[in-house]
Nanobody
Framework: QVQLVESGGGLVQAGDSLSLSCAAS????????VGWFRQAPGKERELVGR????????SYPDSLKGRVTVSRDNAKNTVLLQMNRLKPEDTAVYYC???????????????WGQGTQVTVSS
């Protein structure tokens, strides 16, 4: 059984940093491209960042470039999301997902975690 489990969410203040972790079981994450997504209340789920299978390439939306970093820890079968200078508008449920394609298209991601809540207070 494949499971992706996000952790590290919580309540933080604006300007803080936060690191989220996506741990996999049942699959080897280094065999997949991995994306981080988020969904705020009343909004569509959006891409936060993604990393290629071999970790050589990352991609971020222009709105988040410079504040977020996606990285791999293959020894732990984990992908990390580092977020800096958090803003209240970063409040959302954050999800990781794994795909056989290097893509931003959510429908091409095969495996999804259950999400972790990040709340940023002003």
């Amino acid at each position: 059984q494949v499971q992706l489990v996000e952790s590290g969410g919580g309540l933080v203040q604006a300007g803080d940093s936060l690191s989220l972790s996506c741990a996999a079981s049942g699959i080897t994450l280094s065999n997949y491209h991995v994306g981080w997504f988020r969904q705020a209340p009343g909004k569509e789920r959006e891409l936060v960042g993604r990393i290629s299978m071999n970790g050589a390439r990352t991609s971020y939306p222009d709105s988040l470039k410079g504040r977020v970093t996606v990285s791999r820890d293959n020894a732990k079968n984990t992908v990390l999301l580092q977020m800096n200078r958090l803003k209240p508008e970063d409040t959302a449920v954050y999800y990781c997902a794994a795909s056989g394609f290097e893509t931003r298209s959510q429908h091409l991601y095969d495996y999804w975690g259950q999400g972790t809540q990040v709340t940023v207070s002003s």
